[in-house]
């Protein structure tokens, strides 16, 4: 009869461990659809550097202020997640968050294909950006 409580505080830690093994290996897996591992950032600190050069770009930030900066990895987006089209370099101004992404597959180029709401039309920057420099 003492085996009984036994099984039954094995099962219930088995059950504990699997259930907190698929949570975690589940959790593991998303971040890794919208972080970037280390290939990821030396590409998408390549592209910021084209963004940067870009015509697009320099237009938007004669015009607006820029305040950040943002590179994001978003594997969801596209139909082949081994594809260069995921990978995105957002512009945070006052007005809007552009959206810029390759223009090829090889990435000769990049290009303003979208925008999207920027924190930065309702709320001030987090630091104190010196709009005079």
Sequence with gaps: MIKKPKVMILIILFSASLVFNLYLGINSYMKSTYA??????????EMTKMVLENEQYQEIASKETVYAIKQGVSRFNVADPASIFHYEIHVQTEKES????????????????????????????????????
């Design 36 to 45: 970037p591992n280390l290939d990821d950032q030396q590409i998408l600190g």
């Design 98 to 133: 552009y959206i810029f992404t390759c223009v090829d597959e090889n990435c000769t180029n990049v290009s303003n294909e979208g925008w999207t709401y920027s924190r930065y039309s309702e709320h001030k920057p987090i630091l104190p950006i010196d709009k005079e420099s």
